[in-house]
């Protein structure tokens, strides 16, 4: 689906700056426009989740993203990431989050649908033709 969109972002993304790139990615990810999300993404990315040091997910390219982000949607009634410290380096941006969300199904016998769930991480990003190529996000 993102296919046809891309080539047209692409050429709009050239003019944003990373910082820009992970602003979009964030606001579009809160209000899960899962469209939105990819255009903010090289096709060869790669996403990594750690939970307590422990890696939980990794994913290579657009296609498996864009297959866990629509999943991901429906475990949620609404999230929000709130940017909290941004470090910016040459190779990649680190930046500090609270994440805060409504679970929309059960997880376990202590968290049930409609519990909120409030968590504190990092997230790296790296870079590549102006869009995000890597993103590692942890809590």
Same mark, same amino acid.
């Given at each position: 689906?993102?296919?046809?969109?891309?080539?047209?972002?692409? @050429?709009? #993304?050239?003019?944003?700056?990373?910082?820009?790139?992970?602003?979009?990615?964030?606001?579009?990810?809160?209000?899960?426009?899962?469209?939105?999300?990819?255009? #903010?993404?090289?096709?060869?990315?790669?996403?990594? #989740?750690?939970?307590?040091?422990?890696?939980?997910?990794?994913?290579?390219?657009? @296609?498996?993203?864009?297959? /866990?982000?629509?999943?991901?949607?429906?475990?949620? #009634? $609404?999230?929000? @990431?709130?940017?909290?410290? $941004? /470090?910016?380096? @040459?190779?990649?941006?680190?930046?500090?989050?609270?994440?805060?969300?409504?679970?929309?199904?059960?997880?376990?016998?202590?968290?049930?649908?409609?519990?909120?769930?409030?968590?504190?991480?990092?997230?790296?990003?790296?870079?590549?033709?102006?869009?995000?190529?890597?993103?590692?996000?942890?809590?």
């Amino acid at each position: 689906m993102i296919e046809k969109y891309y080539d047209y972002y692409f @050429q709009f #993304n050239l003019i944003m700056t990373n910082s820009d790139l992970i602003k979009n990615y964030i606001q579009t990810y809160n209000s899960m426009y899962i469209i939105g999300m990819l255009m #903010n993404l090289h096709n060869d990315i790669v996403f990594e #989740n750690y939970s307590k040091g422990v890696l939980m997910l990794r994913l290579e390219g657009i @296609q498996a993203f864009e297959i /866990q982000a629509e999943k991901a949607c429906t475990f949620f #009634n $609404w999230r929000k @990431q709130t940017i909290k410290d $941004w /470090q910016i380096s @040459q190779d990649e941006i680190i930046i500090s989050i609270d994440y805060h969300a409504e679970l929309a199904m059960d997880f376990s016998k202590s968290m049930k649908a409609g519990d909120e769930l409030k968590l504190s991480g990092t997230s790296t990003f790296h870079f590549k033709d102006g869009l995000i190529s890597f993103i590692k996000d942890e809590s």
